[in-house]
């Protein structure tokens, strides 16, 4: 399991996740994903064009740092480009609907800063 960030501009981060979000890469990336996800009130977009797997507690991470930041005045998106299996294991346990989900780069960065 890998995680990346860049900072675009002063108020929007891009954490880019790789690998298996299964309990082994959860458990691996979890400190490092929430210190860059919620030590701040930034606008944050996950690109999760590169996860392979995303298990019940991957998305649980998410949910999690997305609501902590929501807390902190910050907004979490997800940018799953054509990353079916994610964009589609998210939309049947409903996380869409609660972390916007978006298949174009461009629209996630414009919701994340809207």
Do not use: W
């Not at 929007?12 to 298996?20: A, F, T, V």
């Not at 690109?47 to 929501?70: E, M, Y």
Request: net charge negative.
């Amino acid at each position: 399991m890998a995680i990346d960030f860049e900072d675009v501009n002063e108020q929007l981060r891009i954490i880019s996740l790789s690998g298996r979000l299964d309990i082994a890469g959860t458990s691996e990336i979890e400190l490092k994903f929430t210190t860059l996800s919620t030590v701040t009130s930034k606008r944050v977009v996950v690109d999760l064009t590169s996860i392979s797997f995303l298990a019940s507690i991957g998305i649980r991470a998410l949910i999690t740092n997305a609501k902590a930041l929501q807390q902190r005045g910050g907004k979490m998106v997800l940018f799953v480009g054509d990353n079916a299996v994610v964009a589609k294991t998210l939309e049947m346990t409903g996380i869409d609907v609660l972390i916007p989900m978006f298949t174009d780069t461009v629209e996630a960065q414009k919701e994340a800063l809207a």
